[in-house]
């Protein structure tokens, strides 16, 4: 295994992660990936070869082993964990993609950017991020439904009863360390319930984050709509005492112009008359 690679991996998801993002990524590749290369191939390692059945009849022994196990454990997990970490690479490639054709706008428009920031979780980046979540969520989910069908509850009986043919009668098959492939069956297991379940929480998080977002945009819009509702209707009394009715004809409007110079001339005069 090239662990270099896998560091970079590591870190170049971990950037564009939230919190739960990293959680679910620590989970992966130290209780997953690293019990998986250090642990599981060797307890799973002698399945085949110290599976035993009760009779020499040939093939037999072949024909119950694969059907007590259709698929082996560490070949399932191996797919499971490839399934799993490759939508990660999804949100990595829009990131990578967005900060190509930023930098081609910035040769085009002489400096100017396309993203403040490419790997900010917004427009189709947030749709691109919430999909992989679901897709890693989606295939954790049926590989364990895979192996709860195939190994019945997750379970390792230390005698299997075998009666198909070529076998000539009801036969008695054992598996090697049953007890020590359960337990790790069942922490491997049990390690992608917690993974799904911070997939999960992250998707709510990023949901509820986007929603209180939009309220917020909401209320900031009907907060300037009413202020200028408010200006207007402070601004219209003012405005409607000069505006010209549509309805009076002219003699009426040079009739009314008349009383108001009266009214206001008037006084004048009669001021002046005092004084004098």
């Given at each position: 295994?090239?662990w270099?690679?896998?560091?970079n991996?590591?870190?170049?998801?971990?950037?564009y992660?939230?919190?739960?993002g990293?959680?679910?990524?620590s989970?992966?590749f130290?209780?997953?990936?690293?019990?998986?290369?250090?642990?599981?191939?060797?307890?799973?390692?002698?399945?085949s070869?110290?599976?035993?059945?009760?009779t020499?009849?040939?093939?037999?022994?072949?024909?119950?082993?694969?059907?007590i196990?259709?698929?082996?454990?560490?070949?399932?997990?191996?797919?499971q964990?490839?399934?799993?970490?490759?939508?990660?690479?999804?949100?990595?490639?829009?990131?990578?993609?967005r900060?190509?054709?930023?930098?081609?706008?910035?040769?085009?428009?002489?400096?100017?950017?396309l993203?403040?920031?490419?790997?900010?979780?917004?427009?189709?980046?947030w749709?691109?991020?919430?999909?992989?979540?679901?897709?890693?969520?989606?295939?954790?989910?049926?590989?364990?439904?895979?192996?709860?069908?195939?190994?019945?509850?997750?379970?390792?009986?230390?005698?299997?009863?075998?009666?198909?043919?070529?076998?000539?009668n009801?036969?008695?098959?054992?598996?090697s360390?049953?007890?020590?492939?359960?337990?790790?069956?069942?922490?491997?297991?049990a390690?992608?319930?917690v993974?799904?379940?911070?997939?999960?929480?992250?998707?709510?998080y990023l949901?509820?984050?986007?929603?209180?977002?939009?309220?917020?945009?909401?209320?900031e819009?009907?907060?300037?709509?009413?202020?200028?509702?408010?200006e207007?209707?402070?601004i219209?009394?003012?405005?409607?005492r000069?505006?010209?009715?549509?309805?009076?004809?002219?003699s009426?409007?040079?009739l009314n112009?008349?009383?108001?110079?009266?009214?206001?001339?008037?006084?004048?005069?009669?001021?002046?008359?005092?004084?004098?």
């Amino acid at each position: 295994m090239n662990w270099s690679g896998l560091e970079n991996l590591l870190s170049g998801v971990n950037k564009y992660s939230t919190a739960f993002g990293r959680i679910w990524l620590s989970m992966v590749f130290v209780f997953r990936v690293l019990v998986f290369v250090v642990a599981a191939q060797k307890v799973w390692g002698d399945e085949s070869k110290d599976f035993v059945c009760n009779t020499k009849q040939p093939g037999c022994t072949n024909v119950c082993y694969d059907h007590i196990f259709p698929i082996s454990h560490i070949r399932l997990w191996a797919l499971q964990l490839i399934f799993v970490t490759c939508p990660s690479l999804m949100v990595m490639a829009h990131v990578k993609y967005r900060e190509g054709k930023d930098s081609k706008y910035v040769k085009e428009h002489q400096g100017s950017h396309l993203y403040a920031n490419p790997g900010k979780k917004r427009g189709g980046l947030w749709w691109t991020y919430l999909l992989s979540l679901i897709f890693k969520a989606g295939f954790d989910s049926a590989f364990l439904y895979i192996l709860y069908r195939i190994y019945h509850r997750y379970d390792l009986p230390r005698l299997s009863k075998c009666e198909l043919f070529p076998c000539p009668n009801t036969v008695d098959c054992f598996i090697s360390r049953p007890t020590e492939k359960k337990i790790f069956m069942l922490f491997m297991v049990a390690s992608s319930a917690v993974c799904i379940l911070m997939c999960v929480l992250e998707m709510i998080y990023l949901i509820v984050k986007r929603v209180i977002k939009i309220l917020k945009i909401q209320h900031e819009k009907e907060r300037l709509a009413f202020a200028e509702q408010h200006e207007l209707s402070a601004i219209s009394p003012s405005q409607h005492r000069s505006r010209r009715d549509p309805t009076l004809t002219d003699s009426e409007l040079s009739l009314n112009k008349r009383k108001e110079t009266k009214t206001t001339v008037g006084p004048s005069i009669e001021k002046k008359n005092a004084l004098l």
